[in-house]
């Protein structure tokens, strides 16, 4: 019966078999009576279902409680012996939500506010963890921000030049001069540089595009299909 109170999920906790212990109570008993709230709104804030093996490793129901939780399934429990334990409870519930409540303030305390050396010193290198985690996610919405920025006017110029300039090149190179040959190989060009940039139209492309679109416009080359229907004309 030395642990009357348990830390749980960061809050001061009992259960189901210290309760059934403390108070001479069969276990069955007690999940019994605490099923029998299960109508309380806020049953689910103040009991938490779960299971532990018993002496002979076999799962079986408990329940962990909160200081609520406590309160209302000991209201029930009445005599001298239980009010002796309910108090023992009460004591155990305040003392393990106090060293809850200052381990909650050294760990928010800055590191040369907290005089104990050794917690300083944990907190020091918390305090580092939690600066590069901020530093790290103020980049990465930074990067994200540029990255997804879309392409001004200018830049959009810029494109549409480099991809004219492409096409020019080829078509002076194959000496091409058929319109519809032109229409088709100009199709096939843009369609690469949309692929590459994984957007329906120029105007959704992204600063964070460009690296994959110089890429296109570097190994371009009409489609098998593209130079089949080519020879329609």
Same mark, same amino acid.
């Given at each position: ?17 210290? +309760? ?11 999940? *019994? %009576?605490? %099923? ?17 093996? %018993? ?5 079986? *129901? ?89 392409? !001004? ?5 810029? +494109? ?8 020019? *090149?080829? +078509? ?15 199709? %096939? +060009? ?11 139209? *120029? ?21 098998? !299909? ?8």
């Amino acid at each position: 019966m030395n642990d009357l109170v348990i830390m749980h999920d960061q809050q001061a906790v009992t259960t189901s078999l210290v +309760l059934a212990e403390v108070f001479e109570k069969k276990h069955q008993h007690v999940l *019994r %009576d605490i %099923d029998a709230l299960k109508d309380v709104s806020n049953f689910g804030q103040m009991f938490f279902e779960s299971n532990e093996p %018993d002496s002979y490793g076999r799962n079986r *129901r408990i329940y962990f409680m909160n200081r609520d939780g406590f309160t209302l399934i000991a209201m029930g429990y009445t005599g001298s012996k239980a009010m002796e334990f309910k108090l023992k409870y009460i004591d155990a519930f305040n003392k393990m939500e106090e060293q809850i409540r200052k381990t909650y303030i050294i760990q928010k305390q800055d590191s040369y506010m907290i005089t104990d050396p050794v917690e300083r010193a944990k907190r020091w290198i918390e305090e580092q963890e939690e600066h590069q985690v901020k530093l790290a996610m103020a980049k990465q919405e930074t990067k994200d921000v540029q990255d997804n920025t879309p392409i !001004s006017s200018k830049d959009y110029q810029v +494109l549409s030049r480099k991809i004219g300039q492409k096409l020019d *090149r080829y +078509l002076s190179q194959h000496q091409i001069y058929n319109k519809n040959q032109v229409a088709l190989l100009r199709w %096939d +060009l843009n369609n690469s540089i949309l692929k590459a940039a994984g957007v329906p139209a *120029r105007t959704l492309i992204k600063q964070k595009h460009f690296t994959a679109i110089a890429e296109a416009l570097v190994n371009w080359e009409p489609s098998e !299909s593209t130079l089949e229907k080519m020879k329609a004309y």
